[in-house]
Every structure is written in C-alpha cells, then in structure tokens.
C-alpha cells in the first residue's frame, strides 16, 4: 500500500522560510515523477514543482524562491519555500505519478499560511 505523508507545514511571516517533507512508504520515489501541489481556498489545485531523474520544474510564482529535491536514502521529498509571500499560503500537497502504471498518489496535504 502506497502512503505520501507529508509534515513541516505552519505559520511563518512573510519574507521567512518553510521546509515541507513529503515521505514515502510502498513506493520508491527516485523511481517516479514527484510533484508538489497548492490548492489555497477558493482556487484550483496548482502545480508547484516537479523532480524527475535530474530535471526539476518550478511554477513561474514560486521559481528563484523554491528549491525541490529528494533524499533517496531515507526515501522522502522535501520542498525548501525561502522568501514566503502571503499569496503562497495554501494547502501542499506531494504527488507520486507512477508513468508506467498512470497511477498517481497524493499525500493528505500539509498546511502553509504565510501572515503580512
């Protein structure tokens, strides 16, 4: 059974930092697409950033202030958000798109609220 827990949400002032973690258990992430997802109240759940293999993407809102990666050792992904502005505020969510299956997991999202 695939879980995608993740943990290191919370309240921060704006211009601060958050390091959100994603872990992974059932399913071996380096193998996959991992992504992170927002869904702030009231609007679509947007994507934020994606790893796969060497390749990262990053949203235009977030780029030069979000840095994606993985540890493979201990399985997890982690999300490194430097320069939070109130608009980031949202629900985050880690994602695992298994290609080769079209099977996609989601964590049960973690809460981030940036305070002006």
């Known amino acids: 059974q695939v879980q995608l827990v993740e943990s290191g949400g919370g309240l921060v002032q704006a211009g601060g930092s958050l390091r959100l973690s994603c872990a992974a258990s059932?399913?071996?992430?380096?193998?996959?697409?991992m992504r992170w997802f927002r869904q702030a109240p009231g609007k679509q759940r947007e994507l934020v950033a994606t790893?796969?293999?060497?390749?990262?993407y990053y949203a235009d809102s977030v780029k030069g202030r979000f840095t994606i990666s993985r540890d493979v050792a201990k399985n997890t992904m982690n999300l490194q958000m430097d320069s939070l502005k109130p608009e980031d505020t949202a629900v985050y969510y880690c994602?695992?798109?298994?290609?080769?299956?079209?099977?996609?997991?989601w964590g049960q999202g973690t809460q981030v609220t940036v305070s002006s």
């Open positions: 059932g399913i071996v992430l380096s193998n996959n697409v």
């Open positions: 994602n695992a798109l298994v290609t080769s299956a079209y099977v996609s997991y």
């Open positions: 790893i796969t293999g060497g390749t990262t």
